[in-house]
Nanobody, 118 residues
Framework: QVQLAESGGGLVQPGGSLRLSCVASGSFFGIYHMGWYRQGPGKQRELVARITNGGSTNYADSVTGRFTISRDNAKNTVYLQMNSLKPKDTAVYYC????????????WGQGTQVTVSS
């Protein structure tokens, strides 16, 4: 069974920074895309950033230039460095991965709360 475990959320003041981490564990052959999504209060879940196993990235327009996604394939880990945080970034952030078990399956973490407030 595959599990995704997130860490790094918390409370930060506007303009501050946080770094989220997500580790994939279990039995699998590899991981394709890894990414971060978020769901704010009363909003739908949206893509924040995504990275392929080759290192190609894409970002939501709202975070471009402020957030950076990266991954360590040897550690099955994806990171999200969040700088210049704004109150509108407040949300539950979810890790997502396309994991190769028998076939490619989608897995989600349990979510980590990020609150940006003074």
């Amino acid at each position: 069974q595959v599990q995704l475990a997130e860490s790094g959320g918390g409370l930060v003041q506007p303009g501050g920074s946080l770094r989220l981490s997500c580790v994939a564990s279990g039995s699998f052959f590899g991981i394709y895309h890894m990414g971060w999504y978020r769901q704010g209060p009363g909003k739908q879940r949206e893509l924040v950033a995504r990275i392929t196993n080759g290192g190609s990235t894409n970002y939501a327009d709202s975070v471009t230039g402020r957030f950076t996604i990266s991954r360590d394939n040897a550690k099955n880990t994806v990171y999200l460095q969040m700088n210049s945080l704004k109150p509108k970034d407040t949300a539950v952030y979810y890790c997502h991965a396309q994991v190769i078990v028998i076939r490619v399956n989608d897995y989600w973490g349990q979510g980590t709360q990020v609150t940006v407030s003074s």
